[in-house]
């Protein structure tokens, strides 16, 4: 989920950029610093809105930059359990697909794709239901429900998202409106 959330930090001004308009330095340091980072409480921070107030200018001895209080606007992005998501498959692999869902990627185990049995087609890079003849490629669009997050504020490749299809309303757009239109016939 996105949210706005006001933050704040300490901004260091190296000398070679103090003559430069200060609001614009300012705001390049943080998204430089900030964007793609990930905190575990926060989550992903995706971008700096906007800077709201810029406190007085602190000098530390042997230090030619000027240091900063800042406070700025910022949107984050975080997943939450439960959370349901729309998403793309940018990979399939043996073991499921992920799927992009907003700045993240999230991974849908094969065992949470379908009640089905599930096949690895690597000729054809996809995955399919056996019984249903239902597959998934990349580049389909699908809902999911996120039910595993683990944020890893070192190193964000490193963080995992689970995601599940094996519910209602679940599943690639076009399974979803099949079974809407199987259950609006019967």
Known sequence: MYFKTRLINT????????????DLVIKDLLCESLEGRINKKLGMIVVIINLVEIGEGKILTGDGGIYYETTFDA?????????LVKGRVVEIVNFGAFVEIGPMDGLVHVSQISDDFISYDEKNGRLVCRESNRAISVGDGLMARIVAVSLNETDPGESKIGLTMRQPALGKFEWIEEDRRRAESD
Request: hydrophobic share 40%.
């Open 75 to 83: 949107l984050v992005y975080r997943p939450q359990i439960q959370e």
């Open 11 to 22: 901004v260091r001004v190296p000398p070679d950029l103090l003559g430069c308009e200060l």
